[in-house]
């Protein structure tokens, strides 16, 4: 199965800003049919904020640590709040 096909049937949203108990990240995650609620699917930054104002500025400028990885200046994330 290709990563497309696999993405569109979890129906896995953009890069975006997710919050978990270690505070907010960057991330993606996928709504559950079944739960009907979204699910965490992967974490994109390497640090955690403190506020969600803080990781959206981050997400925004491209200013973060992406995970084994060193986010390049000039580097475009598509950027969308919802699916």
């Known amino acids: ?3 497309q096909t696999k993405e569109k049937r979890l129906k896995i ?3 975006k800003v997710m919050k978990s108990n270690a505070g907010y990240y960057i991330g993606r995650s996928y709504f559950d049919e079944e739960l009907q609620n979204d699910i965490p699917y992967s974490r994109l ?3 955690y904020f403190t506020d ?3 990781a959206r500025t981050a997400l925004d ?3 973060f640590t ?3 990885a060193v986010l390049r200046q000039n580097t475009t994330i598509p950027v969308f ?3």
């Open 45 to 47: 930054s390497a640090e």
């Open 52 to 54: 969600y104002i803080g």
């Open 61 to 63: 400028t491209g200013d």
């Open 66 to 68: 992406m995970r084994n």
């Open 1 to 3: 199965m290709s990563k």
């Open 81 to 83: 709040n919802q699916f």
């Open 13 to 15: 949203s953009h890069v």
